[in-house]
């Protein structure tokens, strides 16, 4: 796992890339056989390609819960200003009233007793979270989106009041961004 991770990629000054890593871990794992017996074989680059963007994000997130390098946003943060979305930052300047859409990682589904049916989201991306509100019947029109997905896009109303900012959803819908596998902290 810590090869996996890169965690191991520059022990021994040696600056090998993840796959590298794991390559020496299987070899030093394996018995040596008779015919190797005796033979000190150095450290070097394995035969396997480096991991790519994607697969090193899905690396870290199988094995740590996170990620040491950008959020998973970070890589679409220009395909996102393209098609105007906002990134939690930019939420956080826009003013009371005004529409926006804003797209991140789900890590928190929040649906107390005593909030009358309101859902709580908060959206994570590489800037920080934005807050999102979803009333009871965006919750009935976009159900699965709201408690399914990893990442998701959501366009409302933003209210701004008093430095507090909660975007409020009128549409939701399911994002792809990364095949990591995120854990939202859900309570309803």
């Given at each position: 796992m810590l090869a996996e991770i890169g965690a191991l990629n520059?022990?021994?000054?040696?600056?090998?890339?993840?796959?590298?890593?794991?390559?020496?871990?299987?070899?030093?794992?394996?018995?040596v056989g008779k015919l190797l017996e005796g033979i000190d074989?150095?450290?070097?680059?394995?035969?396997?390609a480096?991991?790519?963007?994607?697969?090193?994000?899905?690396?870290?997130?199988?094995?740590?819960?996170?990620t040491t390098g950008p959020?998973?946003?970070?890589?679409?943060?220009?395909?996102m200003r393209?098609?105007?979305i906002k990134s939690a930052a930019e939420l956080r300047a826009t003013a009371n009233g005004k529409k926006a859409t804003v797209a991140g990682a789900v890590?928190?589904?929040q649906r107390p007793g005593t909030a009358k049916g309101l859902i709580f989201l908060t959206l994570e991306d590489e800037t920080g979270n934005a807050n999102v509100i979803v009333?009871?019947?965006?919750?009935?029109?976009?159900?699965?989106?709201?408690?399914e997905p990893r990442f998701i896009r959501v366009s409302g109303t933003v209210q701004n009041q008093d430095g507090i900012v909660h975007l409020r959803a009128e549409y939701?819908?399911?994002?792809?961004?990364?095949?990591?596998?995120?854990?939202s902290h859900d309570f309803h």
């Open positions: 520059r022990i021994g000054g040696i600056g090998l890339h993840r796959r590298d890593a794991l390559w020496q871990v299987e070899k030093a794992g394996r018995k074989e150095q450290d070097a680059s394995s035969p396997l480096q991991m790519d963007t994607e697969e090193r994000i899905v690396a870290d997130y199988r094995g740590t819960g996170l959020h998973p946003m970070f890589y679409r943060r220009e395909e393209s098609l105007n890590i928190t589904r009333m009871p019947d965006i919750y009935e029109k976009y159900r699965r989106a709201v408690l939701i819908e399911s994002l792809q961004v990364s095949a990591a596998e995120m854990v």
